[in-house]
């Protein structure tokens, strides 16, 4: 098994610092960003998929670091409605699917995307309980109009190259859980799409990501190591589905998230937050989930991906590498 990180966290630092990086804190793996919400910094696309020499060089910055080139990541929306970015964020997907084939690289993580809820639409609409007979009717568009036909041609892409896909099962996402990945699989008949097992997203909606890892088995193909704290005051006064977003003023530099789409900014007292490893819970849950992680697939790579807001780049990564390694060794992977 390897460990390792996603290097969107470190967007600001050059490819050969960022390996570095990654090598003194004693990780192995890496995971590079290749379009879809976020830029490329660390990956020179075109070039790569042009020539031959470039990609020999490129993986040869890894080797001499002695970092493994683990993953592409590519999370957008393909499916978004929107026609300046659902197209853009699914393009992004396909030409990561073609360069990790190039770059014998065999992971792919993405999200499922949301589409719109009815034909014309231009805003995603995300249903998640169902309970008047009209969200039906929107699942069943989202499903049978958009999104299994989009999925078809992935898994297709992806079986020609030999690349898993790995799904990050996200909210506001048409898969956000395992019966929805299940269903995406079942309804594609892939071989190729399956789980991003990262258990951040799982811990806020009440899950507990080693009986997901359990309950998918083999159709988990990749991981992620981010952790959650769920604020136990402030989760008895607002729940975990708390809209209490802002909006982050224009003199602060918004994250363009495609279009005219923007990252917001978290309520000041979260019900939950995304904290580094070890931050939201320890011992009794990392070391079961590298094991579970292990018995499905003992060379897969779990990445850290360090969205902690009350850590900087450096010291979220450190303090995330040293609970994850620590975690390991009890596990015995």
Same mark, same amino acid.
């Given at each position: %098994?390897?460990?390792?990180?996603?290097?969107?966290?470190?967007?600001?630092?050059?490819?050969?610092?960022?390996?570095?990086?990654?090598?003194?804190?004693?990780?192995?793996?890496?995971?590079?960003?290749?379009?879809?919400?976020?830029?490329?910094?660390?990956?020179?696309?075109?070039?790569?998929?042009?020539?031959?020499?470039?990609?020999?060089?490129?993986?040869?910055?890894?080797?001499?670091?002695?970092?493994?080139?683990?993953?592409?990541?590519?999370?957008?929306?393909?499916?978004?409605?929107?026609?300046?970015?659902?197209?853009?964020?699914?393009?992004?997907? @396909?030409?990561?699917?073609?360069?990790?084939?190039?770059?014998?690289?065999? &992971?792919?993580?993405?999200?499922?995307?949301?589409?719109?809820?009815?034909?014309?639409?231009?805003?995603?609409?995300?249903?998640?309980?169902?309970?008047?007979?009209?969200?039906?009717?929107?699942?069943?568009?989202?499903?049978?109009?958009?999104?299994?036909?989009?999925?078809?041609?992935?898994?297709?892409?992806?079986?020609?190259?030999?690349?898993?896909?790995?799904?990050? %099962?996200?909210?506001?996402?048409?898969?956000?859980?395992?019966?929805?990945?299940? &269903?995406?699989?079942?309804?594609?008949?892939?071989?190729?799409?399956?789980?991003?097992?990262?258990?951040?997203?799982?811990?806020?909606?009440?899950?507990?990501?080693?009986?997901?890892?359990?309950?998918?088995?083999?159709?988990?193909?990749?991981?992620?190591?981010?952790?959650?704290?769920?604020?136990?005051?402030?989760? &008895?006064?607002?729940?975990?589905?708390?809209? @209490?977003?802002?909006?982050?003023?224009?003199?602060?530099?918004?994250?363009?998230?495609?279009?005219?789409?923007?990252?917001?900014?978290?309520?000041?007292?979260?019900?939950?937050?995304?904290?580094?490893?070890?931050?939201?819970?320890?011992?009794?849950?990392?070391?079961?989930?590298?094991?579970?992680?292990?018995?499905?697939?003992?060379? %897969?790579?779990?990445?850290?991906?360090?969205?902690?807001?009350?850590?900087?780049?450096?010291?979220?990564?450190?303090?995330?590498?040293?609970?994850?390694?620590?975690?390991?060794?009890?596990?015995?992977?």
């Amino acid at each position: %098994m390897r460990l390792g990180a996603y290097t969107a966290c470190l967007h600001d630092r050059s490819l050969d610092e960022t390996l570095k990086i990654l090598g003194e804190l004693g990780l192995t793996s890496a995971e590079i960003n290749t379009g879809g919400f976020i830029a490329a910094p660390h990956i020179p696309i075109d070039d790569l998929l042009a020539s031959a020499g470039a990609r020999e060089d490129y993986l040869g910055r890894y080797t001499q670091a002695g970092i493994t080139l683990t993953g592409l990541n590519c999370n957008g929306n393909p499916l978004h409605p929107d026609p300046v970015v659902g197209p853009r964020h699914a393009e992004d997907l @396909r030409r990561s699917i073609e360069l990790a084939a190039l770059l014998g690289v065999k &992971r792919v993580v993405t999200m499922s995307g949301l589409p719109g809820g009815e034909p014309g639409a231009t805003v995603a609409n995300w249903v998640v309980n169902p309970w008047d007979s009209q969200w039906l009717d929107v699942l069943d568009h989202q499903w049978g109009e958009v999104a299994v036909p989009f999925w078809r041609d992935i898994q297709a892409r992806a079986a020609a190259a030999d690349v898993k896909v790995c799904i990050e %099962m996200h909210p506001h996402n048409l898969v956000f859980n395992p019966p929805t990945l299940l &269903r995406l699989i079942e309804q594609t008949n892939a071989t190729h799409v399956g789980a991003e097992m990262d258990p951040s997203h799982l811990f806020w909606q009440g899950m507990d990501p080693v009986a997901a890892i359990e309950f998918l088995g083999d159709r988990v193909f990749h991981a992620a190591a981010k952790d959650t704290r769920i604020n136990e005051a402030n989760a &008895r006064r607002f729940g975990v589905l708390d809209d @209490r977003f802002s909006r982050t003023p224009a003199d602060q530099n918004p994250l363009n998230l495609g279009g005219r789409n923007t990252l917001n900014q978290w309520p000041s007292e979260p019900a939950w937050q995304f904290v580094a490893v070890g931050r939201g819970h320890g011992d009794e849950f990392w070391v079961p989930f590298l094991q579970a992680l292990h018995r499905i697939d003992p060379d %897969m790579a779990v990445n850290i991906e360090h969205e902690d807001t009350e850590l900087d780049q450096i010291e979220g990564l450190r303090q995330a590498a040293e609970n994850l390694i620590a975690a390991a060794r009890p596990a015995a992977v």
